[in-house]
């Protein structure tokens, strides 16, 4: 059989879509489907642990989301996964929460995230906020998410963001540096990370069209 050949009958790889609350998480299942994927919107732990991809949106507030993935396990199903190098990817708010902590809201004591990452996420020094609509990032050479969209533009719903990257190579999942993408509305933030197999987007890939289409379809090629 040709290499060809044997690339046209990979199987469809198997993502589950972490179901916890979090909103309209149904653009996210769309374009996995449209990808490709073998998709389930569920909490199941088996079926999470058992993906070959496991995707966490991130739909409303991080004490919301937080709150939502800490009722169905979530915490523990991603850190299995990761312990075992196993795909995990993270969208805006989802992203977010794998960080020590967040400032929203403004009052009262930082929430706490799932600690994944050092750092806490803050509110957008910008005259306007939320940061909605389409902006452009600054990815690093070598990226494997942004490979063919690198230069493009991509959708932004948030209000609050990791401002700064402090994770020692050394404390990375993989033997290799994190790979930090970064985007700017009033401060720099971050837009996206690759850290071993735990991956993660401020914007929203599955609103970004076919620029987000690529970058969910970079993934998908890892699984």
Known sequence: MTASA???????????????????????????????????????????????????????????????????????????RLAGGRPVFGICVGMQVLFDASAEPSVGAPQPGLAQWPGTVTRLPAQVVPHMGWNTVSAPAHSALFAGAGHERFYFVHSYAAQEWTLHPEGAFARVAPLVTWSEHGAPFVAAVENGPLWATQFHPEKSGDAGAALLGNWLQTL
């Open 6 to 80: 044997a690339g046209s009958h990979r199987r469809s790889p198997r993502v589950v879509v972490l179901d916890y609350g979090s909103g309209n998480v149904r653009s996210a299942v769309r374009m996995l489907q449209r990808l490709g994927a073998a998709v389930e919107l569920t909490a199941d732990p088996v079926a999470a642990l058992g993906a070959d991809g496991l995707l966490v949106p991130g739909v409303g507030n991080f004490h919301a989301c937080a709150a939502g993935l800490r009722a169905v396990d979530g915490p523990r199903l991603i850190d299995v």
